[in-house]
C-alpha cells in the first residue's frame, strides 16, 4: 500500500484519545487526523494532523450541539481535502452522545465514502444513566452507520465493566480498539504476504445489520476458554451466532505455535454463520508470552 492510504480519525474528545492510541500502536504505517471542538485533544499527539472546529471562537468546545459540529466540518472541508483524497481506507472514532462526535463523525464518514474510501467506524455509546447523551447517541447512530461500509458498535459501559475486570482504562480504548486497529493495519500493510486487499476486507466486513466487537483472553494452557470467552463477552449486547463476516486478530508470545491459532480461529469461526466469511491475523510479542488473546470484529448480526 502506498503512503497515506490507511487514515486513523478520531472525532470528539473519547474519539481522538482512542484514534490516539491506536496510532501509537502502528506508528509509521498510518496517518492520524484528530477532529475536536475542544483544542486539549490535540495535546501530545506531535505527529497527528488537527482540525479545531472551533464554535465560539474560545477553543472550548461544540459544547453537546451536534448540528454546529457537522457545519464546522464542512467549513473546514479544505485541510481535510488532501489527506482523504489519499486515503483508501479511514477508521473513524467516536464516542456518541456529546457534540462533536454526534454530529461530524458521520460527515467525516460521508466524505471519506464520496472519495471511494473504505470506511469502518468505531461507535461508542453511552452509558445507560445518562439519558440526555443516550438520545443524542440513538440519533447520531444510524447517519453514521449508514456513511460507514462496517460501523463497530461499543458500549462504553461494558468497555468500562470488562476494562476494570483487567485493571485497564476504558477511555483509553481498554487496549482493545488499539489492538483490533494495530492488527488490521499491520495485516494490511503487508498485503501480498496474506494476500489480503482492500477489496477482501470489504466484502467481509460489509454486512447487512450490527457489527460489534468481541474480545477474549487466556493462558497456552486452556486455549479454548479464550473462545469461550470471547464469544460471550461482545461489546454490545448482541448474539454472535448469525455472523456472516469476521476479522479476527490473534495475539500471543513467542510461544504461540500455529496449532494455537488454528485452534482459537476454529473454535471461534465454528459458532458463527455456516457461511461466515473470515480475514484472520495473528501478530506474536515478547510480554503476551504464556497468553493468547483474541479480538475479533463481527459483521452482519
Ligand atoms: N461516564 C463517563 N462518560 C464519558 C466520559 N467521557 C466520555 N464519556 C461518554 O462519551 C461520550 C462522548 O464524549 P466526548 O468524546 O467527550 O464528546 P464530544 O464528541 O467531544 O462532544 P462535545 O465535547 O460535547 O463537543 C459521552 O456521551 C459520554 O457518554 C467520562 O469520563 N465518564
Ligand atoms: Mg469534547
Redesign the pocket.
Known sequence: MHEGAILIAGV????CTWADAAHSECDGLADLLLI???ESSFRGSGQAHCLHLDAVGDGS????LPNL?AHRLTEGLGALDPLLDKAELIFIM?????????GAANELARLARARNCLVLSVA?L??AE?PL?SAI?SAALPALEEQSHVCIRVS?ERLAWYARARGADW?QGSGWIQDLVEGLVTTLAKVGKMNLDLMDLRTVVEHHGEATLIVGSGTVVDPSKVVDVARRSPLTEVDVSGAKGCMIQVEGGPDMTLAHLNLLSESLVSSLHPDCQVILGARASDEMVGRLRIVAVVSGL
Open positions: 470528539g474528545g473519547l474519539g475536536d471542538a475542544d468546545g461544540a459544547a453537546a459540529a467516536t464516542g456518541l452522545g456529546g457534540g462533536t462526535g454526534s461508542g453511552p452509558f445518562q447523551r447517541a462504553m477511555q
